[in-house]
């Protein structure tokens, strides 16, 4: 079974901190996302990159930046947290294009900023 | 613009009844479709994928169907039992790109 992992599911930060949300896929995917979803906005997706070093913007990358220095972890950055991005934060992977192949997602991690 | 609807909002069946949630768009021309399932405070387990030139797809006592002339898709769950409980969503790709259009998801209550 693919394994998606965050590695945290619960994070408190305060305004103007430089946040990591850090993600690994264990089944050698090329694709991965990051998507934050909030009640009444469903899930938006923020950034994706096909490849090691290759990253897109998606809908609403205001404010984030991202990293992928490995083919297995996709990190999503706050640059400088604000009481907007407080969000439940989801990473996903897959093999081929989104939809080409099911996109496996982790469990999450809530971050909430002060 | 392709919009993905699924009504109703929230539904709630009592256990060992077969339900069908659905799920709208608005352009046919779509690449395919996936279901999934969120329990609170999860991420999303992918149920089903059914590709443009798939008519349905099966899993156990799920079934999901596609029907893009009327751009439609339902999914059926045979005899529900409460661990069926959670939010069901749809999404559509509808383009070489590798973005999803996902719908809001119908919040499904499965009462012992």
């Known amino acids: 079974d693919v394994k998606v992992t965050q590695s945290s599911r619960y994070l408190v930060k305060r305004t103007g901190e430089k946040v990591f949300l850090e993600c690994v896929q264990d089944?050698?995917?090329?694709?991965m996302f990051w998507y934050r979803q909030d009640p009444g906005l469903g899930l938006r997706l923020i950034y994706f990159?096909?490849?090691?070093?290759?990253?897109e913007k998606g809908d609403i990358p205001e404010g984030y930046s991202v990293s992928r220095e490995k083919k297995e972890r996709f990190s999503l950055i706050l640059e400088s947290a604000s009481t907007n991005q407080t969000s439940m934060y989801l990473c996903a992977s897959s093999s081929q294009g989104a939809g080409a192949s099911p996109l496996h997602f982790g469990n999450g991690t809530r971050l909430t900023v002060t | 613009k392709q919009e993905v609807t699924q009504i109703p909002a929230a539904l709630s069946v009592p256990e060992g009844e077969n339900l069908v949630l659905n799920c709208s768009f608005t352009d046919s021309a779509i690449y395919n479709l996936q279901w999934f399932r969120q329990d609170p405070g999860k991420g999303l387990t992918s149920l089903l994928l059914i590709q443009s030139s798939q008519r349905e797809q099966t899993s156990g006592r799920l079934n999901a169907s596609l029907d893009k002339s009327s751009g439609r898709s339902t999914l059926y769950i045979a005899a529900s039992q409460p661990g069926d409980s959670a939010t069901y969503l749809c999404?559509?790709?509808?383009?070489?790109?590798?973005?999803?259009?996902w719908g809001a998801g119908t919040k499904l209550i499965i009462k012992p």
């Open positions: 089944m050698d995917h090329e694709n």
């Open positions: 990159s096909y490849d090691v070093k290759m990253k």
């Open positions: 999404a559509v790709k509808i383009d070489s790109n590798y973005q999803l259009i």
